[in-house]
């Protein structure tokens, strides 16, 4: 079965630890991205990568990082120094061609106190 | 960056078509329309896409006018499983180089059927 595994589906973590999610996809893709979504909003982008190696910031990249190293896999981390981290993340993937739609993970909802 | 304007909010009983239309007046020529699903707790899921005029698949219509500001997808027949939220993207997603990743979602419309 193709397709994007986000885990664990419910995470929670004290104020100032860092936390990295994991997003795997078997789907062959090149490119990845990360969105965060908060109550009643639409999804803001976080990061986002076309290749292995390489990724670029979206818009609301502060006090979160990411790396590629491999084509499957693309962790997010969510440092301390982002000031609101509780919020539901999703990751996404496609193939990069004109027009190519994007897959979603199931999400993991990420709480701080 | 396009963005787009859609209504917050629609109702609709089951066996109706529904139309959310979707308003998107600085689309660029290499832009297409795309339209996505959520329900709640879960990611988007890939309705349907289009470039001009009509597009129609298992699950919905997009039609899109000849100057392509807005678009209108339709959802024919729907059942209280269509209660969801859409969203209307407008851009190139997925042009090496370009602005790929650099979809705006924005809140969507908040889609839901009554029996």
């Known amino acids: 079965d193709g397709g994007i595994t986000q885990s664990p589906k419910y995470l929670f973590r004290k104020e100032g630890q860092n936390v990295t999610l994991s997003c795997e996809q078997n789907l062959n893709h090149d490119a990845m991205y990360w969105y965060r979504q908060d109550p009643g909003q639409g999804l803001r982008l976080i990061y986002y990568s076309q290749i292995v190696n390489d990724f670029q910031k979206g818009d609301i990249a502060e006090g979160y990082s990411v790396s590629r190293e491999k084509k499957e896999s693309f962790p997010l981390t969510v440092t301390s120094a982002q000031k609101n981290p509780t919020a539901f993340y999703l990751c996404?993937?496609?193939?990069?061609?004109?027009?190519?739609?994007?897959?979603f993970g199931p999400g993991t909802r990420l709480t701080v106190t | 960056l396009a963005k787009t304007t859609q209504p917050i909010s629609m109702d609709s009983y089951e066996g109706q078509e529904v139309n959310i239309t979707c308003s998107h007046n600085n689309i660029a020529t290499n832009d297409y329309i795309t339209w996505y699903q959520q329900f709640p707790s879960q990611g988007p899921r890939f309705i349907i896409q289009g470039y001009k005029t009509k597009v129609t698949n298992e699950v919905a219509s997009l039609f899109i006018p000849a100057d392509r500001k807005s678009s209108t997808l339709s959802l024919p027949r729907v059942s209280l499983s269509d209660t969801a939220v859409y969203y209307c993207l407008v851009g190139d997603p997925q042009t090496r180089g370009s602005t790929l990743g650099r979809l705006y979602f924005g809140r969507g419309t908040q889609l839901t059927v009554w029996p």
């Open positions: 996404a993937s496609s193939i990069v061609r004109q027009g190519g739609e994007q897959y």
